[in-house]
């Protein structure tokens, strides 16, 4: 269900543009946390590449808790 914004009323500029952030700040987040990131693994030293998450080293087969720490600011 599409929300309506009446373009005349400050309120409602405001809150349409705190949703169209949400919006942007979520794609963002999706995006970042669906590719894959080159690595070290903390126990072998093997250069790897992993999603972010819980993942096993292909080398070693340690476990990898690998987090993004994400701020908007």
């Known amino acids: ?3 309506k914004y009446s373009l005349s009323s400050k309120s409602d500029m405001n809150r ?8 942007v700040y ?3 987040e999706q995006q970042i946390l669906s590719r894959t990131y080159d690595v070290e ?3 072998c030293h093997s250069k790897i ?3 972010p998450g ?4 292909p080398i070693c087969h340690n476990e990898i808790d690998f987090n993004l720490n994400i701020k908007y600011e």
């Open 26 to 28: 979520s794609y963002a």
């Open 16 to 23: 349409f543009a705190k949703d169209l952030e949400k919006q």
């Open 49 to 51: 590449s992993i999603k």
């Open 41 to 43: 693994c903390p126990d």
């Open 54 to 57: 819980k993942s096993r080293c």
């Open 1 to 3: 269900m599409t929300k």
